[in-house]
C-alpha cells in the first residue's frame, strides 16, 4: 500500500498534508467546509514555491504556479459555495478545466506542449483520488480547443468554456489571445479564472483581477543571455522576433539593455512565427548589417526553422533565442546541435539542477511519446 501521495515531483507523506476548515456564515446559514489540499504540502512550501504577489483588492493572486495553483484556488471556491455532505453515499462531480491555444498549424507544437503539461496533472490529482470539498468528491476533465491564436476565436472559446462546459478557468499560452480574453473574463456573472502561460511582464500590469500568471517574467533572461553575448566579444546584434506584443516587449527590453551595454542594433526585422515558414526576407535585411548575433524566437518549430534557414543563407555568428524557444527542442528538430552553434537560450527541462527532472522526464516520455519540454513542466506543476 502506499504510503503518501505523489504531489509534483515528489512524494509526500499524509501527515504533511495541509488541510484548511472554511467558515461560511450567512443570516441563515452556517457551515464548515474542510478542504484536503493536495497539492501545496506545507506553509513553508507554499510561500517559497508560489511567492503569492497580491494588488490590493484583489480576486486573484498575481503569481501562482500553473495547476497545483488552480486547484488550490478552486478547492476554497467550492468550499465557499457547498455545504456539508456525506461523500460516501455520491457519486464523485468532475469540474471542466479549459484550455485555448494554437492546437494546428506551425505552433500546433507549442500548444500542444502547454495542453499536455495540464492534462497531466489532471491525470495525477484524479489517480490520487481528486479533491474533496464540503463532503464532496470532485474530480477534473481537461477541454482543449483550438484558437488558431486568434484572439477574436480565443473569446469565443473562453465563452463556449464557460457557458457549455461550466468551466471555472481556462488555460491560454499567447499574450496576445489572453489580452483578448483579460477583457471579458471579469465580466459580471460570467467571471472566468485566466491561467497565463506567458512570460510577458505586461501580462501582470494588465491589473486583471482573475488572472494567474505561470512562469517568471523574460526580464531575468533580458539580463543573463545579453551578459552571455557580452562575455563573448558579440557587440552588433540583429533582431528577428516572433511579431505580437510578447515579442515587441522582447525586442524592445533586449534593444534597451543591450544599448546601455554600449551594444549596437543593426536591423530589426520581426516576422510572424505562428503562420509563416519562410523567412528568407527578414534574415537577408538582417544578415546584410553583418551582425556578430541574431536575436531570434517564437515558438520553437519556427525558431528552427530560422536557425535553418539563417546558416543557409551563409550566416556563422551567434544566436540568442528568446525564452518561448527551447533548444533541446530545436536540437530535436535539427537532428542535432550542429547548426545551432555558439547559441544562448533556456536549458532543457532534464538539465535543470534538480533530483526529480529525470524522473519527470522519463514519466513523461514514457506516457506521451514526445519530448518534454518547459511548457509541459511548467503548466504540470
Known amino acids: ?29 452556517k457551515f464548515f467546509a474542510t478542504v484536503t489540499m493536495t497539492l501545496q504540502a506545507s506553509r513553508d512550501f507554499w510561500e517559497r514555491k508560489c511567492r503569492p504577489i497580491q ?37 464523485a462531480k468532475e469540474v471542466a478545466i479549459g484550455f485555448s491555444g494554437p492546437l494546428s498549424g506551425v505552433a500546433a507544437e507549442y500548444g500542444q506542449d502547454c495542453a499536455n503539461g495540464v492534462e497531466m496533472a489532471i491525470k495525477e490529482i484524479n489517480a490520487a483520488g481528486g479533491i474533496t470539498v464540503g463532503g464532496e468528491k470532485y474530480l477534473f476533465k481537461l477541454v482543449k480547443l483550438d484558437d488558431r491564436v486568434d484572439p477574436t476565436e480565443a473569446v469565443n472559446n473562453a465563452r463556449k468554456l464557460l457557458d457549455q462546459y461550466k468551466a471555472p478557468a481556462v488555460f491560454n499560452p499567447v499574450f496576445n489571445t489572453l489580452a483578448a480574453m483579460a477583457r471579458i473574463n471579469q465580466e459580471k456573472g460570467h467571471e472566468l479564472l485566466l491561467m497565463a502561460y506567458t512570460s510577458t511582464p505586461k501580462v501582470i500590469e494588465m491589473g486583471n483581477n482573475l488572472l494567474v500568471a505561470i512562469p517568471p517574467p523574460f526580464t531575468v533572461y533580458v539580463k543573463s543571455f545579453s551578459d552571455l553575448a557580452w562575455k563573448k566579444g558579440w557587440r552588433k546584434a540583429a533582431m528577428v522576433v516572433t511579431l505580437g506584443s510578447y515579442g515587441d516587449e522582447w525586442r524592445q527590453a533586449f534593444k534597451a ?56 543563407l551563409g550566416y556563422k555568428g551567434g544566436f540568442i533565442l528568446i525564452d518561448q524557444a527551447k533548444m533541446d527542442y530545436i536540437a530535436n528538430i535539427l537532428k542535432g546541435t550542429q547548426l545551432m552553434g555558439n547559441s544562448i537560450g533556456v536549458a532543457s527541462v532534464a538539465m535543470s539542477p534538480t533530483a526529480s527532472a529525470p524522473a519527470f522526464d522519463k514519466k513523461y516520455v514514457s506516457e506521451y511519446k514526445r519530448m518534454q519540454t518547459w511548457e509541459v513542466a511548467l503548466n504540470y506543476d
Do not use: C
Open 257 to 312: 539593455y543591450w544599448q546601455a551595454k554600449g551594444g549596437q542594433i543593426t536591423e530589426d526585422k520581426p516576422a510572424n512565427y505562428y503562420t509563416e515558414t519562410d523567412f528568407s526576407s527578414q534574415l537577408t535585411a538582417a544578415l546584410a548589417t553583418k551582425p556578430d548575433v541574431l536575436l531570434i524566437g517564437g515558438p520553437s518549430g519556427t525558431t528552427a526553422l530560422v536557425i535553418e534557414q539563417a546558416r543557409g
Open 55 to 91: 494588488r490590493k483588492g484583489s480576486k486573484a493572486m498575481r503569481y501562482l504556479k500553473g495547476f497545483a495553483g488552480l486547484v488550490v484556488i478552486l478547492a476554497a471556491v467550492l468550499a465557499l459555495a457547498w455545504p456539508a455532505a456525506d461523500a460516501s453515499a455520491q457519486a
Open 1 to 29: 500500500m502506499r504510503r503518501g501521495i505523489r504531489l509534483g515531483a515528489r512524494r509526500w507523506r499524509h501527515s504533511d498534508l495541509i488541510q484548511r476548515t472554511f467558515v461560511h456564515t450567512s443570516s441563515r446559514l
